[in-house]
């Protein structure tokens, strides 16, 4: 058995094929992500990976529209979406496969 702590990740990415992780794998990458009312990434898209957001609390901004808690997104490689946090949120992402150095902003 290994146990690590979630802050002791980088920014949430717990699974991957990254350092540090919990789970080295290039099958795929997991995190859970923590934002403040206000935090914002500028537009992006990966040419590669399919991204998975799940909002486990409080309510986001991605492809102009709002989500709330049990809103699963699910974007396609190519797909362009920015993301702003419109209260405190916890999201869990997934990116398939795990794809390093696959994000693209606009």
């Keep these: 058995m290994k146990n690590f702590k ?4 980088i ?15 290039e099958s795929c990458e997991v995190a859970v992500k923590k934002y403040k009312q206000g935090d914002k990434e500028d537009a992006h898209y990966h ?3 399919t991204e998975v957001t799940v909002v ?12 709330h808690e049990g809103d699963i ?4 490689p190519g797909e362009i979406s920015s993301f702003e946090a419109i209260t ?15 994000k693209y902003i606009v």
């Design 11 to 25: 920014k949430g990415w717990f699974v991957g094929g990254f350092s540090p992780t919990a789970l080295s794998t």
């Design 73 to 76: 997104i699910v974007l396609s």
């Design 88 to 102: 405190d949120a916890t999201n869990v992402v997934v990116k398939l496969p795990g794809a390093l150095n696959d």
């Design 47 to 49: 040419k590669i990976a």
């Design 56 to 67: 486990i609390s409080g309510t986001i901004k991605m492809l102009d529209k709002e989500w």
């Design 6 to 9: 979630l802050d002791e990740m």
